[in-house]
């Protein structure tokens, strides 16, 4: 065999072992590029792996079995596939043309200043291409907090694009007079507003104390967050 021939398919094995090798714990970078994940730990390859995961801002998801898909990367795209068996939480991160999540489906705990509580989500869609909404859809029920403003209710509604963002209202399930507007754009910033239609003054004067402000139907709050570790902004 020609000696050229011989090192061309040498360094063709070798490329193939490598890739076929790549550990899990290359995907470290590549999620905490996309800045809402980081991984806390590793194990197996990026085919087939196990990787523990956690927000931005530290709280732990689980461990999740991963899997970069084949057939993508051909295409000079990146699909991860994640799944949580125990948790019952799935979704896919892309990057390429297209950025963010598809196919999110299971519990979520949703941490914000003065809003919190239980996220189901099923099948949920936020894709991203130039830095504005391409694809939005699945569908969010949120049940708040019952400690919270809202007192443990439920609101749910249907995600969708909207002047480029990624755009949730949440309507509350048993006609209560609030709703909550999760909005969310290309560059990684969040923002959950909470309005409570309202004239009762005992709730409120707890709202005013809670950081809301009075609107023409009751009170409302924004809050702003970037998907990355800074600290949530208010505002009126």
């Given at each position: 065999?020609n000696?050229?021939i011989?090192?061309?398919v040498?360094a063709?094995?070798?490329a193939?072992?490598?890739i076929a090798?790549?550990?899990?714990t290359l995907l470290t970078?590549r999620l905490a590029?996309a800045?809402?994940?980081?991984?806390t730990?590793?194990?197996?390859s990026?085919?087939r792996g196990?990787?523990?995961?956690?927000?931005a801002?530290?709280?732990?998801?689980?461990?999740?079995?991963?899997?970069?898909?084949p057939?993508?990367?051909?295409?000079?795209?990146?699909?991860?596939?994640?799944?949580?068996?125990?948790?019952?939480?799935a979704?896919?991160?892309?990057?390429g043309r297209?950025?963010?999540?598809?196919?999110?489906?299971?519990p979520?705990?949703?941490?914000?200043?003065?809003?919190?509580?239980?996220?189901?989500?099923?099948?949920?869609v936020?894709?991203?291409?130039?830095?504005?909404c391409?694809?939005?859809?699945?569908?969010i029920r949120?049940r708040?907090?019952?400690d919270?403003?809202?007192?443990?209710?439920?609101?749910?509604?249907?995600?969708?694009?909207?002047?480029?963002?990624?755009?949730t209202?949440l309507?509350?399930t048993g006609?209560a007079?609030?709703?909550?507007?999760?909005?969310a754009?290309?560059?990684g910033r969040?923002?959950?507003?909470?309005?409570?239609a309202t004239a009762d003054?005992?709730l409120?004067?707890a709202a005013l104390?809670?950081g809301?402000?009075?609107d023409?139907?009751?009170?409302?709050?924004?809050?702003?967050?970037?998907?990355?570790?800074?600290?949530a902004?208010?505002?009126?």
């Amino acid at each position: 065999m020609n000696t050229r021939i011989l090192i061309s398919v040498l360094a063709g094995a070798t490329a193939v072992m490598v890739i076929a090798l790549a550990p899990a714990t290359l995907l470290t970078s590549r999620l905490a590029g996309a800045a809402a994940l980081r991984v806390t730990e590793a194990e197996g390859s990026v085919w087939r792996g196990r990787v523990g995961l956690a927000i931005a801002q530290g709280r732990r998801l689980g461990d999740f079995r991963v899997g970069l898909s084949p057939l993508a990367l051909l295409t000079g795209q990146v699909r991860l596939k994640a799944t949580d068996k125990a948790a019952g939480r799935a979704f896919v991160l892309r990057w390429g043309r297209d950025r963010g999540v598809e196919g999110l489906t299971g519990p979520l705990s949703l941490e914000l200043e003065g809003l919190s509580g239980r996220i189901e989500a099923k099948d949920v869609v936020a894709l991203f291409r130039d830095g504005r909404c391409r694809r939005a859809g699945g569908h969010i029920r949120f049940r708040a907090a019952q400690d919270s403003l809202l007192g443990g209710a439920t609101l749910a509604g249907t995600p969708a694009c909207v002047g480029g963002d990624w755009v949730t209202r949440l309507a509350p399930t048993g006609g209560a007079g609030a709703a909550i507007t999760l909005r969310a754009d290309g560059a990684g910033r969040l923002q959950a507003e909470t309005a409570v239609a309202t004239a009762d003054p005992l709730l409120v004067q707890a709202a005013l104390d809670k950081g809301f402000v009075k609107d023409a139907a009751g009170v409302r709050r924004v809050v702003s967050t970037r998907l990355s570790a800074e600290k949530a902004v208010k505002r009126p």
